[in-house]
T-cell receptor
Framework: TQLLEQSPQFLSIQEGENLTVYCNSSSVFSSLQWYRQEPGEGPVLLVT???GGEVKKLKRLTFQFGDARKDSSLHITAAQPGDTGLYLCAGAPSYSNYQLIWGAGTKLIIKP | KAGVTQTPRYLIKTRGQQVTLSCSPISGHRSVSWYQQTPGQGLQFLFEYFSETQRNKGNFPGRFSGRQFSNSRSEMNVSTLELGDSALYLC?????????????FGPGTRLTVT
Protein backbone atom coordinates (compact mmCIF):
# COMPACT_ATOMS: atom_id res chain seq x y z
CA THR A 1 0.00 0.00 0.00
CA GLN A 2 1.35 3.39 -0.95
CA LEU A 3 1.27 6.17 1.65
CA LEU A 4 1.78 9.91 1.45
CA GLU A 5 3.14 11.72 4.47
CA GLN A 6 2.47 15.40 4.58
CA SER A 7 4.32 17.86 6.80
CA PRO A 8 3.90 19.96 8.75
CA GLN A 9 0.41 19.12 9.91
CA PHE A 10 -0.16 22.66 11.11
CA LEU A 11 1.52 25.96 10.34
CA SER A 12 0.68 29.43 11.60
CA ILE A 13 2.79 32.31 10.29
CA GLN A 14 2.64 36.05 9.79
CA GLU A 15 1.65 37.69 6.55
CA GLY A 16 4.66 38.24 4.31
CA GLU A 17 6.63 35.19 5.45
CA ASN A 18 7.59 32.29 3.21
CA LEU A 19 6.71 28.65 3.85
CA THR A 20 7.12 25.18 2.41
CA VAL A 21 4.82 22.18 2.72
CA TYR A 22 6.14 18.71 2.00
CA CYS A 23 4.56 15.55 0.68
CA ASN A 24 6.72 12.43 0.90
CA SER A 25 6.45 8.75 0.06
CA SER A 26 8.70 5.75 -0.31
CA SER A 27 6.77 4.77 -3.43
CA VAL A 28 6.63 6.18 -6.92
CA PHE A 29 3.59 8.02 -8.14
CA SER A 30 2.71 8.56 -11.77
CA SER A 31 1.43 12.05 -10.96
CA LEU A 32 0.69 14.20 -7.96
CA GLN A 33 -2.01 16.76 -7.34
CA TRP A 34 -2.20 19.62 -4.84
CA TYR A 35 -5.52 20.92 -3.53
CA ARG A 36 -6.63 23.71 -1.21
CA GLN A 37 -9.74 23.34 0.90
CA GLU A 38 -11.51 26.12 2.76
CA PRO A 39 -13.97 25.57 5.61
CA GLY A 40 -17.37 24.36 4.45
CA GLU A 41 -16.19 23.65 0.93
CA GLY A 42 -14.70 20.81 -1.05
CA PRO A 43 -11.04 20.77 -2.10
CA VAL A 44 -10.08 22.77 -5.17
CA LEU A 45 -7.35 21.53 -7.48
CA LEU A 46 -4.35 23.85 -7.63
CA VAL A 47 -1.95 21.93 -9.83
CA THR A 48 -1.00 18.52 -11.20
CA UNK A 49 2.67 17.57 -11.62
CA UNK A 50 3.56 14.64 -13.80
CA UNK A 51 7.24 14.65 -14.75
CA GLY A 52 10.07 14.00 -12.28
CA GLY A 53 11.84 17.28 -11.50
CA GLU A 54 8.92 19.33 -12.80
CA VAL A 55 8.41 22.78 -11.35
CA LYS A 56 5.15 24.68 -11.77
CA LYS A 57 4.37 28.20 -10.61
CA LEU A 58 0.99 29.63 -9.80
CA LYS A 59 1.50 33.27 -8.85
CA ARG A 60 3.21 33.10 -5.45
CA LEU A 61 2.91 29.31 -5.21
CA THR A 62 5.68 27.07 -6.53
CA PHE A 63 5.14 23.32 -6.83
CA GLN A 64 7.92 20.82 -7.35
CA PHE A 65 7.81 17.10 -8.12
CA GLY A 66 10.86 15.15 -6.99
CA ASP A 67 13.19 13.67 -9.57
CA ALA A 68 12.22 10.15 -8.50
CA ARG A 69 8.51 11.04 -8.36
CA LYS A 70 8.30 10.03 -4.71
CA ASP A 71 7.93 13.46 -3.16
CA SER A 72 6.64 16.93 -3.81
CA SER A 73 6.73 20.34 -2.21
CA LEU A 74 4.64 23.47 -2.22
CA HIS A 75 6.39 26.76 -1.52
CA ILE A 76 4.46 29.95 -0.87
CA THR A 77 6.29 33.26 -1.14
CA ALA A 78 5.11 36.28 0.83
CA ALA A 79 2.07 34.50 2.28
CA GLN A 80 -1.18 36.42 2.49
CA PRO A 81 -4.28 35.87 4.68
CA GLY A 82 -6.10 34.63 1.58
CA ASP A 83 -3.72 31.67 1.47
CA THR A 84 -5.25 30.34 4.68
CA GLY A 85 -6.72 26.88 4.26
CA LEU A 86 -6.08 23.16 4.31
CA TYR A 87 -3.54 22.06 1.71
CA LEU A 88 -3.79 18.47 0.53
CA CYS A 89 -1.56 16.44 -1.72
CA ALA A 90 -2.80 13.38 -3.60
CA GLY A 91 -0.79 10.92 -5.64
CA ALA A 92 -1.83 8.58 -8.42
CA PRO A 93 -0.53 5.14 -7.40
CA SER A 94 1.18 2.79 -9.78
CA TYR A 95 -1.35 0.01 -9.16
CA SER A 96 -4.56 1.85 -9.97
CA ASN A 97 -5.80 4.51 -12.32
CA TYR A 98 -9.06 4.78 -10.43
CA GLN A 99 -8.09 6.26 -7.10
CA LEU A 100 -5.72 8.72 -5.48
CA ILE A 101 -3.66 8.30 -2.33
CA TRP A 102 -4.13 11.32 -0.06
CA GLY A 103 -1.91 13.03 2.46
CA ALA A 104 -3.49 14.02 5.78
CA GLY A 105 -3.22 17.71 4.95
CA THR A 106 -1.46 20.82 6.20
CA LYS A 107 -3.61 23.37 7.96
CA LEU A 108 -2.16 26.77 7.14
CA ILE A 109 -3.10 29.98 8.94
CA ILE A 110 -1.71 33.30 7.76
CA LYS A 111 -2.09 36.04 10.35
CA PRO A 112 -2.44 39.63 9.16
CA LYS B 1 -21.27 24.99 -16.47
CA ALA B 2 -22.76 24.02 -13.13
CA GLY B 3 -20.41 22.52 -10.57
CA VAL B 4 -20.74 19.33 -8.57
CA THR B 5 -23.78 19.39 -6.32
CA GLN B 6 -24.39 17.29 -3.24
CA THR B 7 -27.60 16.86 -1.30
CA PRO B 8 -28.36 17.23 1.46
CA ARG B 9 -25.69 19.59 2.80
CA TYR B 10 -26.32 18.68 6.42
CA LEU B 11 -27.82 15.61 7.98
CA ILE B 12 -28.37 14.43 11.55
CA LYS B 13 -29.14 10.76 12.15
CA THR B 14 -29.19 8.44 15.11
CA ARG B 15 -27.22 5.25 15.53
CA GLY B 16 -28.66 2.29 13.69
CA GLN B 17 -30.42 4.32 11.04
CA GLN B 18 -29.41 4.37 7.43
CA VAL B 19 -28.70 7.32 5.16
CA THR B 20 -28.51 8.02 1.44
CA LEU B 21 -26.40 10.84 0.04
CA SER B 22 -26.65 12.15 -3.50
CA CYS B 23 -24.10 13.60 -5.89
CA SER B 24 -24.70 15.21 -9.28
CA PRO B 25 -21.47 15.51 -11.29
CA ILE B 26 -20.51 18.16 -13.77
CA SER B 27 -22.27 17.62 -17.07
CA GLY B 28 -20.22 15.28 -19.26
CA HIS B 29 -18.24 13.81 -16.39
CA ARG B 30 -18.62 10.04 -16.16
CA SER B 31 -16.41 9.35 -13.15
CA VAL B 32 -17.63 9.95 -9.62
CA SER B 33 -15.53 9.29 -6.53
CA TRP B 34 -16.66 9.37 -2.92
CA TYR B 35 -14.54 10.29 0.08
CA GLN B 36 -14.94 10.47 3.83
CA GLN B 37 -13.17 13.32 5.58
CA THR B 38 -12.68 13.52 9.33
CA PRO B 39 -10.48 15.98 11.26
CA GLY B 40 -6.82 15.02 11.04
CA GLN B 41 -7.52 12.07 8.71
CA GLY B 42 -7.40 13.70 5.34
CA LEU B 43 -9.58 12.15 2.67
CA GLN B 44 -10.35 8.45 2.88
CA PHE B 45 -11.35 6.92 -0.44
CA LEU B 46 -14.68 5.09 -0.43
CA PHE B 47 -15.31 4.11 -4.05
CA GLU B 48 -15.20 5.27 -7.64
CA TYR B 49 -17.80 4.77 -10.35
CA PHE B 50 -17.51 5.17 -14.07
CA SER B 51 -20.43 4.62 -16.43
CA GLU B 52 -22.45 2.84 -13.73
CA THR B 53 -19.60 0.44 -12.87
CA GLN B 54 -17.68 0.46 -9.62
CA ARG B 55 -14.04 0.37 -10.63
CA ASN B 56 -12.41 0.63 -7.24
CA LYS B 57 -13.36 0.43 -3.59
CA GLY B 58 -11.56 1.63 -0.51
CA ASN B 59 -11.13 -0.15 2.78
CA PHE B 60 -14.53 0.48 4.32
CA PRO B 61 -17.02 -2.03 5.75
CA GLY B 62 -19.88 -3.37 3.67
CA ARG B 63 -22.26 -0.95 5.40
CA PHE B 64 -20.99 1.60 2.89
CA SER B 65 -22.32 1.11 -0.59
CA GLY B 66 -22.90 3.18 -3.68
CA ARG B 67 -24.28 3.22 -7.15
CA GLN B 68 -24.24 5.33 -10.25
CA PHE B 69 -27.11 5.95 -12.61
CA SER B 70 -27.11 6.22 -16.39
CA ASN B 71 -27.05 10.03 -16.14
CA SER B 72 -23.84 9.75 -14.03
CA ARG B 73 -25.56 10.90 -10.86
CA SER B 74 -24.39 8.85 -7.92
CA GLU B 75 -25.66 7.90 -4.50
CA MET B 76 -23.95 6.43 -1.51
CA ASN B 77 -25.70 4.61 1.27
CA VAL B 78 -24.58 3.91 4.80
CA SER B 79 -26.59 1.37 6.74
CA THR B 80 -26.66 0.77 10.49
CA LEU B 81 -25.01 4.07 11.27
CA GLU B 82 -22.35 4.24 13.97
CA LEU B 83 -21.07 7.29 15.87
CA GLY B 84 -17.77 6.98 14.02
CA ASP B 85 -19.52 7.57 10.71
CA SER B 86 -19.89 11.25 11.58
CA ALA B 87 -17.87 13.02 8.92
CA LEU B 88 -17.90 15.21 5.86
CA TYR B 89 -18.71 13.11 2.81
CA LEU B 90 -17.34 14.50 -0.41
CA CYS B 91 -17.93 13.47 -3.95
CA UNK B 92 -15.78 14.45 -6.89
CA UNK B 93 -16.33 14.16 -10.60
CA UNK B 94 -13.94 13.96 -13.50
CA UNK B 95 -14.03 13.07 -17.17
CA UNK B 96 -12.16 9.78 -17.02
CA UNK B 97 -11.08 9.10 -13.44
CA UNK B 98 -9.41 10.72 -10.41
CA UNK B 99 -5.85 10.23 -11.60
CA UNK B 100 -6.53 10.85 -15.28
CA UNK B 101 -7.21 14.55 -15.03
CA UNK B 102 -8.73 17.32 -12.99
CA UNK B 103 -11.13 16.28 -10.29
CA UNK B 104 -13.86 18.65 -9.15
CA PHE B 105 -15.34 18.37 -5.69
CA GLY B 106 -18.76 19.20 -4.39
CA PRO B 107 -19.24 21.09 -1.11
CA GLY B 108 -19.88 17.88 0.80
CA THR B 109 -22.58 16.50 3.05
CA ARG B 110 -21.93 16.96 6.76
CA LEU B 111 -23.30 13.86 8.51
CA THR B 112 -23.68 13.83 12.26
CA VAL B 113 -24.62 10.59 13.98
CA THR B 114 -25.95 10.87 17.54
Amino acid sequence: TQLLEQSPQFLSIQEGENLTVYCNSSSVFSSLQWYRQEPGEGPVLLVTVVTGGEVKKLKRLTFQFGDARKDSSLHITAAQPGDTGLYLCAGAPSYSNYQLIWGAGTKLIIKP
Amino acid sequence: KAGVTQTPRYLIKTRGQQVTLSCSPISGHRSVSWYQQTPGQGLQFLFEYFSETQRNKGNFPGRFSGRQFSNSRSEMNVSTLELGDSALYLCASSLAGPSAGAQYFGPGTRLTVT
